[in-house]
């Protein structure tokens, strides 16, 4: 039996709708294919960091100017990010990050939390803490706010409360952050 006669026998409005439902299937399948974002591994922190970074995580913001929370995939305690476009991507407890032994690279003081800071050679930038008892890295994209340090303001305060300064005193970072 050929295409054509089972197609007309199907009722027509279902030979009507068909081509359209499909297409629309089509359509959706290649959006959510199309997500934009790529996963993000989470680091696999030590123990101690990790409880530091839980609790950060916890702590973070829903929002971060105006940019809703939406964590990568895949879900960790350790990864989370922001709506931004592009989006804002933090990671906690990782490996120290190689820029931070760059005494030119001291990035600013926000919010008594020491920020090294390098470009991501796209136009963005990348900020670790160097002085606390879990790495966090930053990343912002170029274009994601109007200054690359503004989500630096909506982080440092939940950083600060959460991951300690290896001696327990204040953030020296903000003086040096390659220590």
Excluded: I
């Amino acid at each position: 039996m050929a295409y054509r006669d089972l197609l007309n026998r199907l009722p027509a409005p279902v030979r009507w709708l068909a081509p359209p439902a499909v297409l629309l299937a089509c359509t959706a399948g290649l959006v959510a294919s199309w997500s934009g974002e790529p996963d993000v591994a989470p680091p696999e922190p030590s123990a101690e960091a990790a409880q530091y970074c839980r609790a950060l995580d916890a702590a973070l913001p829903a929002e971060v100017l105006g940019h809703a929370r939406k964590d990568p995939s895949p879900a960790s305690p350790y990864t989370a990010a922001w709506a931004s476009a592009p989006r804002t991507v933090l990671t906690c407890g990782g490996d120290r990050p190689d820029f931070l032994d760059d005494s030119t690279r001291t990035g600013p003081c926000v919010n008594e939390v020491g920020w090294g800071m390098v470009e991501d050679g796209s136009g963005g930038y990348r900020f670790a803490t160097g002085l606390r008892k879990a790495y966090v890295v930053v990343e912002v994209p170029a274009g994601a706010y109007g200054n690359y340090a503004d989500p630096l303001g909506s982080l440092a305060d939940a950083v600060r409360s959460t991951v300690p300064t290896w001696d327990g005193k204040a953030d020296s970072g903000c003086l040096d952050a390659t220590s």
